[in-house]
């Protein structure tokens, strides 16, 4: 079994885990236990030193866990492993990035970083394009690398509604805090302009359309489902409320969208730039949502979940 795009952190263990529970509760009791082996996929810059020195902790021989750990470093885009040598593929949170920000977009989105308020139909069109060539490339190389009936598990990202209508409490107020840096000479234009974010969140109608036409599996099951801010962070934010003057919810915000953007903003501003940056993200954050109706600050994201089977012929 393979679980692509696993990161490194202390939770990258266990998709891997609950597969195996998965397998020996499906087993009849006085069965003996399957032998495991699974690999770990991510890009190559990944820590997978710090997965391996986890795995006594989490997969050691007090767990009952029979199972090999191997990594597989490289492009979920490309061809991984061996034809027909998987049984289950795994991938969450992973899907929604692009390998690459899709050309010719420089040009044309420079008030944004992302599909954003005022990006042009060509931006999003673009954004679509990269994402169908993306999505095929990934479906063909894991049908090839699938045993016949061998099964995918995906989880990602995706858009309740088939409108691109922007990110107003996340993606955008950063390309509002980075405006304003540029205007305050605080960054260059031409770093701001070259600046796109390689992620697209999908429609559950795209996927379908998709999926259909690489041919290569069949689509079990997809659920769409709709998550509430309020719903999942409530602890989380009143965590935040320190008894300053700053909005709870805002500084979740941040940090949220910190952990994701933080290595790309250094990157490409420079690690100087990252503190004020977020800091004036999350003043901007706090404004937006103080001038929000209550509908509007019901903040809601959509996880999309399938579930496919490579076909025999």
């Given at each position: 079994?393979?679980?692509?795009?696993?990161?490194?952190?202390?939770?990258?263990?266990?998709?891997?885990?609950?597969?195996?529970?998965?397998?020996?509760?499906?087993?009849?009791?006085?069965?003996?236990?399957?032998?495991?082996?699974?690999?770990?996929?991510?890009?190559?810059?990944?820590?997978?030193?710090?997965?391996?020195?986890?795995?006594?902790?989490?997969?050691?021989?007090?767990?009952?866990?029979?199972?090999?750990?191997?990594?597989?470093?490289?492009?979920?885009?490309?061809?991984?492993?061996?034809?027909?040598?998987?049984?289950?593929?795994?991938?969450?949170?992973?899907?929604?990035?692009?390998?690459?920000?899709?050309?010719?977009?420089?040009?044309?989105?420079?008030?944004?970083?992302?599909?954003?308020?005022?990006?042009?139909?060509?931006?999003?069109?673009?954004?679509?394009?990269?994402?169908?060539?993306?999505?095929?490339?990934?479906?063909?190389?894991?049908?090839?690398?699938?045993?016949?009936?061998?099964?995918?598990?995906?989880?990602?990202?995706?858009?309740?509604?088939?409108?691109?209508?922007?990110?107003?409490?996340?993606?955008?107020?950063?390309?509002?805090?980075?405006?304003?840096?540029?205007?305050?000479?605080?960054?260059?234009?031409?770093?701001?302009?070259?600046?796109?974010?390689?992620?697209?969140?999908?429609?559950?109608?795209?996927?379908?359309?998709?999926?259909?036409?690489?041919?290569?599996?069949?689509?079990?099951?997809?659920?769409?489902?709709?998550?509430?801010?309020?719903?999942?962070?409530?602890?989380?934010?009143?965590?935040?409320?320190?008894?300053?003057?700053?909005?709870?919810?805002?500084?979740?915000?941040?940090?949220?969208?910190?952990?994701?953007?933080?290595?790309?903003?250094?990157?490409?501003?420079?690690?100087?730039?990252v503190d004020p940056l977020f800091?004036?993200?999350?003043?901007?954050?706090?404004?937006?949502?103080?001038?929000?109706?209550?509908?509007?600050?019901?903040?809601?994201?959509?996880?999309?979940?399938?579930s496919l089977t490579k076909k025999?012929?």
């Open positions: 079994m393979a679980d692509l795009g696993c990161s490194s952190g202390p939770n990258a263990l266990l998709p891997t885990i609950n597969m195996m529970d998965a397998v020996r509760e499906a087993c009849p009791p006085d069965a003996d236990l399957p032998e495991f082996q699974a690999f770990l996929n991510d890009l190559p810059d990944n820590d997978f030193n710090a997965i391996f020195r986890s795995i006594p902790n989490s997969l050691g021989p007090d767990k009952n866990h029979k199972c090999s750990v191997a990594a597989v470093a490289g492009s979920f885009y490309n061809k991984l492993f061996p034809s027909n040598s998987l049984h289950f593929v795994h991938s969450s949170y992973s899907l929604h990035w692009l390998s690459q920000v899709p050309e010719g977009i420089e040009k044309m989105n420079t008030r944004d970083i992302y599909i954003g308020e005022s990006s042009p139909t060509e931006v999003v069109e673009a954004y679509v394009k990269q994402y169908e060539k993306d999505l095929t490339a990934f479906l063909r190389y894991r049908a090839d690398e699938l045993k016949p009936g061998g099964r995918m598990v995906l989880v990602l990202l995706g858009r309740g509604t088939p409108l691109h209508t922007g990110t107003p409490y996340l993606v955008d107020p950063l390309t509002e805090a980075l405006l304003q840096f540029v205007s305050e000479g605080l960054i260059e234009e031409e770093k701001l302009v070259s600046l796109n974010v390689p992620s697209y969140s999908p429609h559950k109608d795209e996927m379908k359309e998709i999926i259909e036409k690489e041919g290569s599996l069949t689509l079990d099951r997809l659920e769409v489902t709709e998550m509430n801010w309020d719903n999942i962070t409530g602890a989380a934010v009143a965590e935040e409320d320190d008894g300053s003057n700053g909005s709870p919810a805002a500084k979740f915000l941040t940090k949220t969208i910190r952990a994701v953007m933080e290595p790309m903003v250094a990157a490409h501003f420079g690690e100087s730039v800091l004036r993200y999350e003043q901007l954050v706090a404004r937006r949502l103080a001038a929000a109706d209550d509908e509007k600050k019901n903040l809601k994201f959509w996880n999309l979940s399938l025999s012929n």
